[in-house]
């Protein structure tokens, strides 16, 4: 069971249509996906038509049991097979998520969950997906140590640049705990420009300082186009909104090098 988590300390950049898309394009692939809300807002659980509920508040401070609080959204939001091989469940999120940090101090406590999560699954589940907030908090120390890969995605501005810097700062600083834990460090898969504007000049130069400053970290760009707002408003992916979109090819070479890499890794 590999964890990737999308991370940046910048808001508006696009880690929930890019964490909904990964745990759906994964799943598409034949895997079983577990995406957690980790995000007060609760816009992954939204996207996947579900209500906003405290799944990830029971999960780790009421130490819940899986079976309370996974949550099946319908195929239909990611695939349009009546059977697929692959699967996504989500574990949801609501403001309750905000006091997390303020009811628990145990810093393993999620990647503990996740431990019996693969245990209780006997190994089933391929993939765990996590989405969260841009404020750092506490809790993000918890996410940090469970996961075994991250994603940074980033508009092609300053401060999604900066939000980049940070994030990988702080999951720094908690790579020797993960080691000391018997942990391997986790590793960047890439970076993702999403909301790219190739017409702008702006952003032409801040995606060239991505490329300069992370060689061959750079994923494909995330175009700025209306279908990303069109499909989210009938709470479907692209996949399942329009799979001939150039935005849904966009989006699956970002997943098949997610794939790729982190099979790679495993081999």
């Known amino acids: 069971m590999q964890v990737i988590t999308l991370l940046n300390e910048k808001g508006g950049v696009g880690k929930t249509s890019l964490s909904t898309h990964v745990a759906g394009g994964l799943a598409r692939k034949g895997y079983k996906v577990v995406l957690i809300d980790c995000d007060a807002q609760a816009h992954a659980t939204l996207l996947y038509g579900l209500p906003k509920e405290s799944g990830i508040y029971d999960l780790v401070v009421k130490i819940a049991e899986w079976r309370q609080i996974i949550r099946i959204p319908?195929?239909?939001?990611?695939?349009?097979q009546a059977n697929p091989e692959g699967s996504v469940w989500l574990v949801p999120s609501n403001?309750?998520?905000?006091?997390?940090?303020?009811?628990?101090?145990?810093?393993?406590?999620?990647?503990?969950?996740?431990t019996e999560l693969h245990n209780l699954m006997k190994g089933a589940i391929d993939y765990v997906v996590i989405d969260t907030s841009p404020t750092p908090s506490l809790f993000h120390a918890?996410?940090?140590?469970?996961?075994?890969?991250?994603?940074?995605?980033?508009?092609?501005?300053?401060l999604s640049y900066d939000g980049?810097?940070?994030?990988?700062l702080h999951m720094g600083q908690f790579q020797p705990f993960r080691v000391a834990k018997g942990k391997h460090?986790?590793?960047?898969?890439?970076i993702v420009p999403?909301?790219?504007?190739q017409q702008v000049i702006a952003q032409q130069i801040f995606l060239e300082k991505f490329?300069?400053?992370f060689p061959n970290k750079v994923l494909t760009p995330l175009v700025e186009r209306a279908v990303w707002n069109e499909a989210s408003m009938t709470k479907q992916t692209l996949f399942t909104y329009d799979l001939k979109h150039k935005a849904t090819q966009e989006v699956w070479d970002v997943i098949d090098y997610i794939e790729e890499f982190t099979q790679?890794?495993?081999?």
């Open 164 to 168: 980049i810097v940070q994030s990988q």
């Open 194 to 197: 999403t909301c790219y504007r």
């Open 185 to 190: 460090e986790a590793q960047l898969i890439g």
């Open 74 to 80: 319908k195929t239909s939001t990611w695939t349009e």
């Open 95 to 114: 403001i309750e998520t905000r006091g997390i940090p303020s009811n628990t101090g145990d810093v393993f406590a999620l990647d503990k969950r996740l």
């Open 142 to 158: 918890q996410i940090y140590m469970a996961t075994d890969y991250f994603i940074l995605p980033a508009g092609c501005d300053e």
């Open 264 to 267: 790679n890794d495993q081999a």
């Open 211 to 213: 490329e300069g400053d």
